[in-house]
T-cell receptor, first 114, second 117 residues
Framework: QKEVEQNSGPLSVPEGAIASLNCTYS??????FFWYRQYSGKSPELIMF????GDKEDGRFTAQLNKASQYVSLLIRDSQPSDSATYLC??????????????FGSGTRLSIRP | DAGVIQSPRHEVTEMGQEVTLRCKPI?????LFWYRQTMMRGLELLIY????????DSGMPEDRFSAKMPNASFSTLKIQPSEPRDSAVYFC???????????????FGSGTRLTVV
């Protein structure tokens, strides 16, 4: 079992709709959760982080965390063509330190169709 | 802030040659990470440093790979001898636990695309 699992996609969503990206993780000791966006040929870019159960909103993005189910999701409202990218879920064990390494999922490719 | 700076952007080399990848982290960041990304294996952590000291090199594939961080502003990843299966994009990332924002994610460099023929 991979430590961080994502559906590779591609996930196709019409422009203006809500895109929902999901991620599960295996280590119950994980405390910090991140979503990175990676455009083709570019480096990963951090877009959201969440540490507590529940929802965290930032503009059109909402991260959701359920530690009991070991599940993290990212919702993108009012999807735009510029949101087309690969979205990487990442987890880390220690909440207040960078001391632990971040493990990445393999990513979900999202395509927003006009 | 110039961000994490990697060089070269592209490297094409012949099998058996030595390859050196370079990274300058963000000033003030005390953690530095080397990742490798391929289609098959995704993003893999190779090694990371804290205050210039290697902390975890369990991801380094084999003895052909070595990494150094002689000071807070410079790190190298060396492959000697290189093999075609080393072809990948190599990313350097840096982070700080003193950012004070609660955000402990990493900032990635632009990457080095390595092709070994």
């Amino acid at each position: 079992q991979k430590e961080v699992e994502q559906n590779s996609g591609p996930l196709s969503v019409p422009e203006g709709a809500i895109a929902s990206l999901n991620c599960t993780y295996s280590d119950r000791g994980s405390q910090s959760f991140f979503w990175y966006r990676q455009y083709s040929g570019k480096s990963p870019e951090l877009i959201m982080f969440i540490y507590s159960n529940g929802d965290k909103e930032d503009g059109r993005f909402t991260a959701q965390l359920n530690k009991a189910s070991q599940y993290v999701s990212l919702l993108i409202r009012d999807s735009q063509p510029s949101d087309s990218a690969t979205y990487l879920c990442a987890v880390k064990r220690t909440e207040y330190s960078s001391a632990s390494k971040i493990i990445f999922g393999s990513g979900t490719r999202l395509s927003i169709r006009p | 802030d110039a961000g994490v700076i990697q060089s070269p952007r592209h490297e094409v080399t012949e099998m058996g040659q030595e390859v050196t990848l370079r990274c300058k982290p963000i000033s003030g960041h005390d953690y530095l990470f080397w990742y490798r990304q391929t289609m098959m294996r995704g993003l893999e952590l190779l090694i990371y440093f804290n205050n210039n000291v290697p902390i975890d090199d369990s991801g380094m594939p084999e003895d052909r790979f070595s990494a150094k961080m002689p000071n807070a502003s410079f790190s190298t990843l060396k492959i000697q001898p290189s093999e075609p299966r080393d072809s990948a994009v190599y990313f350097c990332a840096s982070s700080s636990q003193r950012q004070g924002t609660g955000n402990y994610g990493y900032t990635f460099g632009s990457g080095t695309r390595l092709t070994v023929v």
